[in-house]
């Protein structure tokens, strides 16, 4: 059974950082995709940033470019996401989510979603 656990949200003031995890079971690194999404109230799920499982190629949603970066450890089985100099309209619920393989490009699954989604975890960023 795959199972995510996104950790590391919480309350910020704006241009602060945050780091978020998603450690992964019955999932390893090496099977597929990980991706991270947000949902803001009201708001459609948006595509965040996801690393493919071959050669982590990284792809990120252009309101987030320069600001977030994707990265995994492979010994932990942990994706993360590091985000700077956060602004209020990044205040959502972060899930993160796998795939089994990569077979599309970034953007599709960013668009799309995944298979696999675990359960949120707030971010909340004041001005």
């Known amino acids: 059974e795959v199972q995510l656990q996104a950790s590391g949200g919480g309350l910020v003031q704006a241009g602060g950082s945050l780091r978020l995890s998603c450690a992964a079971s019955?999932?390893?690194?090496?099977?597929?995709?990980i991706g991270w999404f947000r949902q803001a109230p009201g708001k459609e799920r948006e595509g965040v940033s996801c690393?493919?499982?071959?050669?982590?190629?990284?792809d990120y949603a252009d309101s987030v470019k320069g600001r977030f970066t994707i990265s995994r450890d492979r010994a932990k089985n942990t994706v993360y996401l590091q985000m700077n100099s956060l602004q209020p309209e990044d205040t959502a619920v972060y899930y993160c989510?796998?795939?089994?393989?990569?077979?599309?490009?970034?953007?599709?699954?960013?668009?799309?979603?995944?298979?696999?989604w675990g359960k949120g975890t707030q971010v909340t960023v004041s001005s």
């Open positions: 019955g999932f390893t690194l090496d099977d597929g995709a």
């Open positions: 690393i493919s499982s071959s050669d982590g190629t990284t």
């Open positions: 989510a796998a795939e089994w393989g990569w077979y599309y490009s970034g953007t599709y699954y960013l668009k799309y979603g995944m298979d696999y």
